[in-house]
């Protein structure tokens, strides 16, 4: 892939994006920072569309989750490495730090929280599913706003899977974070290793007037959200995003 011939304002809302770092997660996750000349900002749990040019012209675009909340023009994307694929593959290990790509945002508009929503909050999330959550989340820990209760769930089959292992255990947050492990658990771990189930999410926020945000495979997302409405949480409070 080549950098893109466009301008900054671009047709079709298209702007120029300069990768300025690259962080491992995972063995196959990465965050990457972009600075985006004239970023207007975005809200938490927001998406865009990266787009790569080829140099025969051939153009591929991908969606990716937004990882932090607003920061002046720079951006955080979460990108999984998808196997046999064409750009989380190129943008995980191949594009140069100083390099550019395209991107088009921000998108979504409903699966979106703001530290200005007010009521008990439940985030809960399958495998790189927790990107948009974090985004949330560290939203929440910027603002201070710890007056209501908020929870995070995150499922993963491993630790070796977990992203952002350090941010979810500082201690000085005031969130009931919970780790859980579906394949295998670490060495300690109380809780032995499989799916979401019930008994996971109690004490958790159960208000009717909690907001719950769910985000992950396609199956977990359906199983969570499930979980959810026979603890009471009534379907119009849960949003979620799925992929896969």
Known sequence: MSTP?????AAGGWRRARLTARREQTTTGRTLRFEVPGWSGHRPGQHLDVRLTADDGY?????YSLAAPAADETIELGVQTAPGGEVSPYLNEDLPVGAEVEVKGPLGGWFVWTPETRG???LVAGGCGVVPLMAML???????ASVDPCAFVCSVRDLGELWYATE???????EDVRVLYTRQAPPGEERPA????PDDLEGLPASPET????????GFVEHAAALLQS???????IRTERFG
């Open 194 to 197: 499989h799916r979401l189930a």
């Open 211 to 218: 907001r719950c945000y769910v985000c992950g495979p396609t």
């Open 138 to 144: 560290r939203a929440r820990r910027a603002a201070r």
């Open 231 to 237: 603890r009471g949480h009534p379907s119009a409070a």
């Open 168 to 174: 979810l255990a500082d201690p000085a947050g005031t």
């Open 5 to 9: 011939t466009t301008g900054p304002s």
């Open 120 to 122: 008990p909050l439940l």
């Open 59 to 63: 153009q591929a675009v991908r969606s």
